[in-house]
């Protein structure tokens, strides 16, 4: 018979069977967005993940009141079933009926994460670029070497990609989520459905940064987010939230969700527009 652990309240319980998986979840001790691994595997799934249903039971096993023939007193219970109350009502506030959708949807993750570049991009570096006219760029560049030229751009990629992190770590600490992922219906949670604490955001920036954007140099960056986009469509999972055991929570996919994307490629075509048609004027 399969052994089971779940994870719950940071911290993991059992061996348990399928069947008191089955019952913990209808207790509300788990839920479908828990983590549950097999006994002898290291790899953690979500409990919904495991189709379980009703009709996997029979009735007198649903039903079953007694444990090894004695009586199952209420101390017994709550010993078997641990304390989850401060814990279940934090994720709550992050995972509601609203926000279940645990498919990968790459395409969302990604004009997410580009947004937010774009909106830092505007309010960071932009501004300083603004006053400069493609006139005035030339001028200052074609004093630079071919080699200086695409150093500079390389530098002030990684700067970018830097700050957003960087702008990222305080957003996952307080909100969970990023505007750009908020956009597209993206919350980023522990394990326990929980906001990420700052060196748990840091960690997962890291990560993104050096195996997602191989710190923006050019052809290996798009290298990695192709690599990116297979472990998603492959995996279910790229490897820095496998690595890190964080939960990407989304936002139903529904009419309104659909109009927030909608929205969020309007955002992005503008905010890039911002950016980049001086510099295309200027090339």
Known sequence: MESWYYWVDNQEFGPVTKLELYKLFKANVIAGYSFVRLQDSDTWLFYKELKILRSDFTWE???????????????EFNQTIPSVTASKDISDANTDNVWNDFAPHP????????????????LVLFPVFSHLTPSQLYSVTAQLTLAEFWGLLLLLQTLLLSITALFNIFCFRIFATTP??????????TKDHTSLNFKEAISREFHVLVKGFAFG??????ITQIYGYLDLTMDKCTSW??????VVVQRNNSDKQILFCFIGMALYLYLTKAIYIPYIAWL
């Open 217 to 222: 140099i050019p052809v290996i960056s798009l």
């Open 61 to 75: 096993q649903i039903n079953e009141e007694q444990t090894s023939g004695e009586e199952l007193n209420e101390e």
């Open 107 to 122: 395409w969302r993750r990604y004009f997410a994460r580009w947004i937010d570049i774009s909106i830092y991009a505007n």
């Open 241 to 246: 939230d496998d690595r890190l055991k964080t």
């Open 180 to 189: 750009g992922k908020f956009i597209f219906g993206i919350k980023i949670l």
